[in-house]
């Protein structure tokens, strides 16, 4: 059967010319994405990927987790009714362990039916704390403190808020090796950021990128602030089962504090499975309540399996010891890669907490016509000594730039952060590497 078409005919012609014309053009993107380059965890991996850096950069584990971990992941898979939709508070068993694991700490009978949601990862528990308590159009701001992990302020952009920061303050000599407790929050600026459009203040302790370990008294004076303005406290504390010589205290526990207090938890950090995406926001019915209902429609509910997974993990590690063996090797980890430091000849921030050291590089000289690529040298000299060591000397890490807003950001200096959750080899391969780093140091 023949067909005919006169769409080269000239008439059929200008008439969709002139249909074009009138035709809306497509949406443009959300001016909070427009603009979104590359993000800094995706830029370092691809540096250093291409020159097959040993990759100290993005917080993840380069070492399998333990055999109790992956079996009990494996054992929820084999479970028909563990491959079906969760409620969306979470699945009953998980609940129960993370009422069990926290309580103690929080100094109360946590109830896992009103004060425990389970979430899609931590970062999702975040998003859905701010989404329950910001209104988009009425200005709401949340306090940051800075360094401040680079998904906050995204998160509460989406939330209609607006960040406010609050940098630590480093209370001694940069170019020796210091203590992450010398990194300190000027109470009278944090009061001084609080406007009648406060909402929220957000704590990290144990602190990402600095290893900081907020102290009892410190914690009770950003307390003091919130609930003299009456605000919500978000405590990021995914780091908490890892300390160095010192107690990490929840904010929650603290007098009068329970009641304004959200505190979010990781089983990719607890457990060392970032992949698996499952947090768990813990508080007072009140504010629960409305995170669970903004998480319902966030994601509806976090992935079955690796709930039960993560709760049989959990059940199995409050038993055997695991969670000290763990805390040990990462202390035993996070002195090796000082060591290399120390014998590379570049001063760092001991970290109290988390995984990560922050390394003075000032001493280290980057040639003015060195070939930055543009999407590394337009983001400024901490971006460009990140890039530097991965070509260099084969290291990779991340520019803490990043995680200050724009005016603050001349306060990352010249710090670059590495993570030490990393295997015994590949810190070997990095103390090689950064043998070739001795060669670029400024002479005294």
């Not at 097959?52 to 079996?71: D, E, Y």
């Not at 919500?232 to 007098?255: M, Q, R, W």
């Not at 295997?423 to 043998?435: M, P, S, Y």
């Amino acid at each position: 059967m023949a067909f005919s078409s006169n769409a080269g005919h000239p008439a059929a012609r200008a008439a969709d010319a002139g249909a074009d014309a009138g035709r809306r053009s497509l949406p443009e993107p959300s001016p909070l994405y427009a603009g979104t380059g590359l993000d800094v965890w995706t830029m370092m991996n691809q540096a250093a990927a291409e020159v097959g850096a040993v990759n100290l950069g993005q917080g993840f584990m380069s070492f399998p987790p333990q055999g109790f971990i992956r079996r009990a992941a494996q054992q929820a898979l084999d479970e028909n009714a563990h491959n079906q939709y969760a409620p969306p508070r979470g699945r009953a068993a998980l609940l129960e362990q993370i009422a069990a694991r926290f309580s103690p700490g929080l100094g109360r009978q946590l109830d896992p039916a009103g004060e425990i949601s389970v979430h899609a990862g931590a970062n999702e528990a975040l998003l859905s704390v701010f989404t329950a308590f910001l209104t988009h159009g009425q200005g709401h701001e949340v306090i940051l403190m800075e360094p401040a992990f680079d998904q906050y302020a995204p998160n509460i952009a989406m939330a209609g808020g607006k960040p406010v920061y609050v940098p630590l303050r480093v209370q001694a000599a940069a170019d020796k090796v210091i203590s992450s407790n010398d990194w300190k929050l000027d109470m009278a600026e944090l009061e001084a950021a609080v406007s009648p459009k406060t909402r929220i203040i957000v704590l990290n302790t144990p602190h990402n990128p600095v290893g900081k370990v907020f102290t009892r008294e410190e914690l009770a004076q950003i307390g003091a602030v919130a609930e003299r303005h009456n605000l919500l406290v978000l405590a990021d504390e995914v780091y908490e089962h890892l300390t160095y010589g010192c107690d990490h205290v929840s904010i929650a526990s603290l007098p009068r504090m329970w009641e304004r207090t959200v505190t979010v938890g990781s089983a990719g950090k607890l457990l060392g499975v970032t992949g698996w995406r499952v947090g768990w926001a813990i508080g007072p019915r009140a504010l629960i309540q409305p995170t669970l209902a903004a998480h319902t429609r966030i994601v509806f509910t976090a992935n079955t399996p690796l709930q039960e997974g993560v709760a049989s993990a959990m059940r199995q590690a409050a038993s055997n010891g695991f969670y000290e063996d763990q805390r040990q090797e990462y202390q035993r980890r996070r002195n090796r890669l000082m060591e290399i430091f120390d014998d590379a000849g570049l001063p760092y921030v001991v970290p109290d907490g988390a995984y990560y050291l922050l390394v003075n590089a000032s001493a280290v000289r980057v040639p003015q016509d060195y070939p930055f690529p543009e999407g590394i040298s337009s983001r400024g000299p901490n971006f460009r000594l990140a890039y530097f060591f991965i070509r260099e000397f084969g290291v990779s890490g991340i520019p803490p730039a990043e995680f200050y807003c724009e005016p603050h950001r001349h306060l990352a200096g010249d710090y670059v952060r590495f993570a030490f959750c990393k295997t015994d080899e590949g810190l070997d391969a990095a103390a090689v590497a950064l043998q070739k780093l001795k060669r670029h140091l400024q002479s005294e």
